[in-house]
């Protein structure tokens, strides 16, 4: 666990996104186009965790990333879902995706874990790939949760603050089901190889969010 915290604190610090996202600099614009982007990951993540999960052998860990899925499906009720509360913030917030096609860099993020997992060579590997957004997602969304409160202060704020809520129960429950797979011959080497390729396809969707967030805003100032 400490290794993985050490490689998200490195890629918090080397990121250019997280180097950018500060309220003194991240305007209403910018904020709104990092939410326009972000609904496509929201809507792959169930369908990423069921992924995963298929290709799980052993029965616990299985079952631990069946509980994550329950959850992001909101426990069976359709209003409930993660990604439900999501459109619910974005709608609050006057924000209207109808007519906003997804972004190609968005696309090449889901493909390329979608891409990681089906291809993985063990289940170690599948594991530490699902355990780079985990690790990830509490520092990240607390960043970025910081500033999209001060621009949306009235809107639904549920899928922020329960996610910061969960996802100290998910790193721990992935941990432990990690733990077990590194016991395995091999099994550290191929879940730190998953953690970083995982990493890989989130420093690829920031690298490119960046650039999509601050060109127009630059030219605008000129």
């Known amino acids: 666990m400490e290794t993985l915290n050490e490689l998200i604190e490195q890629f918090m610090k080397s990121c250019p996104f997280f180097k950018i996202w500060k309220k003194d600099f991240i305007d209403p614009t910018m ?16 369908a990423l965790i069921a992924a995963g999960a298929a290709r799980m052998t052993d029965e616990e860990t299985r079952t631990v990333l069946a509980v994550n899925l329950y959850q992001e499906c909101g426990e069976g ?23 906003l096609p997804e972004r190609p860099f968005a696309a090449r993020w889901r493909a390329d874990l979608f891409g990681y997992i089906n291809d993985a060579e063990s289940a170690g590997a599948v594991l530490g790939v699902l355990a780079a957004g985990e690790f990830l997602a509490e520092p990240a969304l607390t960043s970025i949760y910081s500033v999209i409160y001060s621009h949306y202060p009235e809107a639904d704020q549920e899928y922020f603050t329960k996610h910061l809520v969960l996802e100290t129960d998910h790193v721990r429950e992935i941990t432990t089901i990690l733990a077990r797979e590194s016991k395995d011959e091999n099994g550290w080497e191929n879940v730190l190889s998953g953690f970083k390729l995982g990493l890989s396809a989130w420093e690829s969707y920031f690298n490119h969010l960046t650039e999509f967030m601050t060109a127009p805003s630059l030219i605008e100032r000129r």
């Open 31 to 46: 904020s709104k186009k990092f939410l326009v982007t972000f609904d496509s990951l929201v809507k792959s993540f169930p």
């Open 77 to 99: 009720d359709l209003h409930r879902t993660h990604y439900a509360i999501y459109r619910k913030f974005l709608s609050t917030a006057g924000i209207d995706l109808s007519d």
